[in-house]
C-alpha cells in the first residue's frame, strides 16, 4: 500500500483482558480501502478476538478503533457499517434463502420492490439465482456459505469481516469457493478482513497477511514478504515448512554450520562466536550445477525420502556429522537426472538469498 493513502480501517494500541488473561497485548493496525487482510495464527493466538472488537461483539478494554474517519471504539454492533461471516453460517433455518439474504434490508425499511432486486442482484452475484426459494436444508454447505455472504453484502458494508468462513467445508470446496471468495471482493471492491487458521487460505486470498502469536503481532506483509521473509522464528515455522539448524557466527556476514563456513547477509553486524538459528526452506535448497566450489556448498548423504508426488522431500545429514540433519525439497526430473536415492552423497547449497539467521536457537524437530 502507498505509505501517503489513508488508512480505511484503524486499529490503535488495542488490548483485550478476560479476566487476568491478556488476549490482546497493545495491537495496532491499518487496513486500507478495498484491501483483503487475513489474520491469521494458531488456536488461541487472538485473531478472533481481533475480529469481533472491530466488529463491536467484544469491547476492546483499552485503545481505539477508527473506520473511515469515525471512532467506533464504543459503538454497538448495530451502530457499525460492517457485514460479517460466520463459520457456522448462521441462516434462519424457517426463511427461505431469499428472505434470509433480504433479512438486513427488511430491518432498515427499506422498500419491497428495492428489496427485492438487491436480493435478486446479490443471488445471481454469488451463483444462486434459482435457488432463492428453497431453505437451508435444501442447500449444500458451499451454497449455504454462499448466501451466508450475500446476506453480509445485502447492505452494502464499507467493511466484510469473515470469520473462518471456510473452515467447516471439505477440501475441495473450500478451494474452489476461496477462489470465488477473493474473485468476488476483487469485483466489488468492499474492504475485507477475515480470519483463518489455513496458511494456505492466507497466502492465495490475501493481499495483506497479518500473522498473531500469543495476542501481538508477528508481522504484516504481503504474502510473498511473509513467505519470502519472515520477521521471526514463529513466522518462519508457521508459514510453510522451513530447516531450522544450529549454526555460529563466524565472521560478519559468515556463519559456521558444521564444518562449512557460508556466506549469510542477515549475519552482518552479529559477534563472531555468538550462536544462532539459520533457516532455510527445502525448496530453496539447490542440488543441480552444485559442486565443491561453489558458494554455500555442503557435502551430504541422502537418508530418506517422501514421495510426495511434484516434488520427493529428502532428509539430508551432513557428511561427517550424522547429528546436522535437514530437507530439500527435489523436482522429480532432478531425481532421475542425478539418480537420487537413499545412502547417496550429494553436494547441496544454501543461496545466500534464501538464507534467514535468527539470533536466538529454535528448538524445532526435523519432520520426516
Known sequence: MNDSQAAYLQVENLTK??????ALKDISLDVFESEFVCFLGPSGCGKTTLLRAIAGLDIQTRGRIEQAGKDISALPPSERDFGIVFQSYALFPNLSIKRNVAYGLENKGMAKPDIDARVKELLELVGLSDQGDKYSAQLSGGQQQRVALARALATSPGLLLLDEPLSALDAKVRGHLRHEIKELQSKIGV?????THDQEEALTMADRIVVMNHGIIEQVGSPNEIYDDPASPFVADFIGTMNFLEATIAAPGRVRFGAAEL?????DGLQAGSDVTICIRPEDVTTRGVDAGTDNAIKATVTDLEFLGSVTRATLNVAGDDSLEFRADFSANLMRDLVIENG???????PTDHLHVFTERVQT???V
Open 191 to 195: 474492504t475485507t478482513i477475515m480470519v
Open 344 to 350: 547417496k552423497d550429494v553436494t547441496v547449497a544454501f
Open 365 to 367: 524437530e526435523v519432520e
Open 263 to 267: 556466506t549469510a547477509t542477515d549475519a
Open 17 to 22: 483482558m478476560f479476566g487476568d488473561f491478556t
